[in-house]
């Protein structure tokens, strides 16, 4: 499988077709940027008139409601390669399985969640196939002259568009919370197709010693979410009360992350989450350029700062430049008289 | 094996983020006002580099790819502690996108006989987090992302990794070669001693190696790199009101009108 040899040749663009979507599962539990890609892989696919394809690893997958709820969220197809070494992940048995199927049935495009399983995984598929693979996809587009992938560039400050026109598939992975999940309509037609694994114990180069999952938040589906950053000093306490009195999503900072503060699923950003709330409350946050590219789409903007410099403030529609530990409390007990007297009046 | 590991770390120089403005008149990435500097999520893959020389022995080699001046980010590295460096400087390089560059690092790596390979999670100017990930691919390497802490096992011949995955942890055992990508922040990386510094940036000098040194004069470059830029446009600023609110009672109101 030495890739370099054959590096000059492109692919024969003509033989490829088709949009795949990888299901990411875990034990069973199906990470929500799949449904997202189903969503955005079956636009693209009637675009080109081709079969929007599934492809599902795991072990005993097949019995699971999985390949059902794939054809009922939209693809024409599924895919299943069922074997124990495909549970718990690892990327060399996914990357080489994935890599068989691609050589075999040369799909044109592939799409693949940009989390740290898409993302460890998605060269592993690229380096042998010769496939271009853009990283962290924001955007995909087929216009009339080729498919275009646009990424964040610079930490945000520019949007590159990435082309593929020798290579084949053009991959991407693509950052949770950018694209709409769409409903799982159960009359949608597929057919499931158990497929040849082709990697077993033997050629492993990696053992899981041990994995231990919690439950996964999902804040990319909250209408409204309250974020902290690092001027919270870990007093992360009343960012959960605003939240329950408004019924979101708390959420954080990378750095509020590292501290260990609140959990990894829940950050915004570059490296962490894309949100779209109808209100991003920012507490203790100085708006990073990372950091705002998760949050940019939110369609209200509220700032807590107690510097007036901070870059937040211009990336918020409202802002208050004051101590989060004066603003909150009195703020929930605002909030909650209101509510409670808009209840009572409803 | 008693005499350690060869240990590789990819560092690579890029413009200072901080300091990367775009010309809101013409849109134009301003990037050579820019100081050069060592991609930050490096640090943690140096620091994690020479930890792991400290207890299994061995050497560490930092490797980058770029102009003559990325020796800088070499130098930085030696600084640090690294033992030997290299530069992999070739016009031949030129417009190579991850897989190019993967794939001219796995063959330096192979070159000095890794045992493992280290890299950061993604680097601020591409953040692709495609480089190590690629480089374990071309070699048919194991590969751990997303790496947390270390546990080396020189009597197997095996590396444990606690990585980071959504939701929780695990700890995956990888058999030598192998190539590790460190999570961004995950240690503390230490700074150069005076006298180590002085030396990286006076008497040391790296190893240069061109395309050809490493066998892949023909597969680097423009020409074999499956992804093009095919355009870059200003992210448009997101509108917003930037209007300051003086008490709580206000704030309040524009949270209940949202709701
Ligand atoms: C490769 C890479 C990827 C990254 N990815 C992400 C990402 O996905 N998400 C992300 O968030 N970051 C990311 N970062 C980190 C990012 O650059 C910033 O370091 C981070 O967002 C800063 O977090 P913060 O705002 O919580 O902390 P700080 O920047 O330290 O800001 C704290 C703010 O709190 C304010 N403050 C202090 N005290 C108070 C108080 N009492 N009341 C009110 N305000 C107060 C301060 O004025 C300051 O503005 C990434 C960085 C790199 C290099
Ligand atoms: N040109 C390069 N030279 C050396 N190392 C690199 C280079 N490009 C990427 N890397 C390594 O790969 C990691 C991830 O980079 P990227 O995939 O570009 O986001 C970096 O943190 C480096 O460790």
Redo the contacts with the bound molecule.
Sequence with gaps: MAAGADADTAADVEAHSDVWVFVEQHAGDVAGVTWELLGKGRELADQKDEDLVALVMGEAVRETDIPEEAIARGADRVLVADDPAFEPYRADPYGEQFRHLVEVRKPDIALIGGTHTGRDFAGRVAVPTHAGLTADTTELEITDEQYEMRRPAF?GDALATIICPNHRPQMSTVRPGVFDAPEPDESQEGAVEDVEVVVGEDETLTEVLEREVGDVADITDAEIVVA??????GDVDPLWDLADLLGGEVA??????EEGWIEPAR??????KTVRPKLYIA?????????V??MDDSETVIA????AN???FENADYGIV????D?LPELIEILRERLDAQEVTA | MTDGWNIVVCVKQVPD?DEVSIDPETGILNRADAEAVMN??DYNAVEAALEVRDVVGGTVTAVTMGPASADEVLQVAVGMGADNAVLLTDRAFGGSDTWPTSLALARAAEELDADVVFGG????DS?TGQVPPGIAAHNDWAQLTYVEGLEPRPEEDRLVAKRDVEGGYERVAADLPVVVAME?GENEPRTAGLHRKIYAETDFEPVEWSAADIGVEDEVGLAVSPTQVGGMATAEPVPREQEMVEGVEELADHIVEVL
């Design positions: 930490g902290g950053g690092m001027g919270l000093e954080a900072t990378r750095e509020v992350v950050q915004v950003g570059q490296t962490g507490v203790g946050i100085s708006g990073a350029i990372q950091h590219e998760g807590i700062n107690n510097d901070a870059p937040i004051a101590d989060y530990a603003v | 983020a930050s999520p999670e993604e680097t601020t953040s961004f």
